[in-house]
Every structure is written in structure tokens, then in C-alpha cells.
């Protein structure tokens, strides 16, 4: 199973990204996502996830301004992010766990890439 993570970049206060992360090989379809970010020297945080069933977390820090969504047929989840500010800066990665394709049909964990976000004040 690899994963792609993607749609990082740099904006302005206020404004908005939207990452990805596709899974692509041994995949039957997408079961899980959570997201996570990291500062340089810090611990990775959570960020926000979205169930088997899509049912959504969010960490306080992001609530009403991020969004997970999955698109089932492309075996993708995303990351809506709005109103962003200077302290959403840092690299974000994604954790998917997938449905492998038959006959094994089980569970499996992967990591995205880092995903630069840098919002600018």
C-alpha cells in the first residue's frame, strides 16, 4: 500500500488549503484516516480524523475550520483547511488505514509524506 499526500503550500492568514492523501496497491478501499501535524522539535499532533462509519474528531484548535471528507472511489481523504492562521504552520501527515484487496481483505496501516503548510501573518 502507498499513499500520496499532496496540496500543501503557502497562504495567507485567513485563507485556505486542502491536502490529500490517495491510497494506492494492495487496496480494496479506504477504511480510516487520521491527520496529524509537527512542528521542527516537537511532538506530532493530532489533528482531526474520520472513522470507518465517517463519523469526524477534530482537535479543539481546529474545530469549525477543518474538515476531513473521503472519496470512496478514488480511495482518497482530504483536509479542508479555511480560515487558516500562522500557528496552523507545520508539516502535516496523514495516517490512512486501508482495506487490502482479496482474498486477504484486512486491515492495514500507512503513513503519508510530510505535507509542508506554512501561513504566512
Known amino acids: 500500500v502507498q499513499l500520496q499526500a499532496s496540496g500543501g503550500g503557502q497562504v495567507q492568514t485567513e485563507g485556505s488549503l486542502r491536502l490529500s492523501c490517495a491510497a494506492s496497491?494492495?487496496?480494496?478501499?479506504?477504511?480510516?484516516v487520521d491527520w496529524y501535524r509537527e512542528l521542527p522539535g516537537k511532538q506530532r499532533d493530532f489533528v482531526a480524523s474520520?472513522?470507518?462509519?465517517?463519523?469526524?474528531n477534530y482537535a479543539d484548535s481546529v474545530k469549525g475550520r477543518f474538515t476531513v471528507s473521503r472519496d470512496n472511489a478514488k480511495n482518497t481523504f482530504y483536509l479542508q483547511m479555511n480560515s487558516l492562521k500562522p500557528e496552523d504552520t507545520a508539516v502535516y501527515y496523514c495516517?490512512?488505514?486501508?482495506?487490502?484487496?482479496?482474498?486477504?481483505?484486512?486491515?492495514?496501516?500507512?503513513w503519508g509524506q510530510g505535507i509542508q503548510v506554512t501561513v504566512a501573518s
Open positions: 496497491g494492495d487496496v480494496f478501499g479506504p477504511n480510516s
Open positions: 495516517k490512512v488505514q486501508v482495506i487490502t484487496a482479496p482474498p486477504k481483505f484486512r486491515l492495514q496501516d500507512a
Open positions: 474520520m472513522s470507518s462509519s465517517s463519523s469526524t
